[in-house]
């Protein structure tokens, strides 16, 4: 699934920067879903809790962690919330096109779906389908019908 292998690089990349700009190793970083998509594609609490273990601001911790993080091709923009989460947003107009390629897409539609990645305008509700197709499994031909 595609959403596991940017979820895979961004935990070894927060680990990193985690360990490089704070001082301390985290092994347990969740990226999960916010509960509304509007609120961005992943989130994590790990430069928080590193934070509150080391008693320092969680918004200027999570500040120096995102500042200069080097995200993956299929991620826009990371963003230090006041609470010390940090929070991921997607490229979601090339997230399905990749997606839809990753499942053999069909050539003949390629040019439609191709605008989708310049665009990179993917409402929330197509979003959670495209997301929807990515851990079900589900077949090209379904992520192009949400763009018809």
Known sequence: MLVEEIVDQLTE??????LAIHGQPVGDVRL????DARDG???TDVVARVAALLKRDPHAAADS???GFPL????KSVTAEANGDLTFRFRRGAFAFEL???MGGDAADEHALAR???EDKVD???WRAVRRNDTSGGDAQAIVELFR
Not at 13 to 18: A, D, F, I, K, P
Not at 72 to 75: A, H, S, T, Y
Request: charged share 30%.
């Open 72 to 75: 993956p091709q299929l991620v």
């Open 116 to 118: 989708l990645t310049i």
């Open 65 to 67: 962690v995102a500042s």
């Open 41 to 43: 594609d992943l989130v």
């Open 32 to 35: 999960e879903d916010p509960p």
């Open 124 to 126: 929330d509700a197509r």
């Open 100 to 102: 839809w390629r990753r």
């Open 13 to 18: 990349t927060l680990q990193s920067r985690v």
